[in-house]
């Protein structure tokens, strides 16, 4: 059984926009690509790893959300289901090409100034491990953790935006965060890859 039920429905303007392109209202639609762009983009590219394939995912993603806009749910965000439209053209172009070896999760920088060499190596190198841990998960449970950490999505909102039962979103993410942990793990202190 499905736990459908919404954290957040759309709101109130978001259901308006949508209204308006259902009228033939183009920069409504404009205001709704530019709002989700950005965050579609890192969602894609996270999923995949395709640096130079990413705009053409979120574009095919607004051209395949502005084609099904009236099967558009008001209960849910609208940030939900352009992520699941954005998942499943990312599946879809996983099927064609391989994922590139671009990387899957950068880590910033934190705090002000600039880390000293040795701080800028040894992020370096954990970046490396942590791609390579992040691009060995099955894609199940990447696209459960990419949905969560780069899409900012709750449990609820991933199961609706992969129309998956709550409760199977849980266990992939426990999972692969346990998995992720164990690939991590020898970067700690005094640990050896």
């Known amino acids: 059984m499905h736990d459908r039920s919404p954290d957040v429905g759309a709101s109130g303007e978001e259901r308006e926009l ?7 209202d183009r920069e409504a639609y404009r205001l709704i690509v530019l709002r989700h762009q950005a965050s579609l983009a890192e969602l894609v590219f996270r999923q995949t790893g395709d640096r130079a394939g990413t705009d053409d995912m979120v574009q095919e993603t607004f051209l395949r959300a502005y084609k099904a806009l009236d099967r558009f749910d008001p209960r849910f965000r609208l940030s939900t289901w352009l992520a699941r439209i954005a998942i499943n053209v990312a599946r879809d172009q996983g099927r064609r090409a391989r994922v590139r070896e671009d990387g899957l999760l950068r880590v910033a920088p934190r705090g002000g100034g600039e880390p000293s060499p040795l701080e800028a ?5 954990a970046q490396v491990q942590v791609d390579l841990a992040l691009r060995n998960l099955p894609e199940a449970q990447r696209e459960v953790v990419v949905l969560a950490t780069f899409g900012g999505l709750t449990q ?4 609706e935006a992969l129309a998956l039962p709550l409760g199977t979103v849980k266990t992939r993410h426990r999972t692969a965060l346990l998995r992720l942990r164990e690939l991590v793990a020898p970067l700690g202190p005094g640990g050896a890859p």
């Open 156 to 159: 609820r909102e991933i199961a």
């Open 18 to 24: 949508v209204r308006r392109v259902l009228r033939g």
């Open 121 to 125: 190596a040894a992020r370096s190198e």
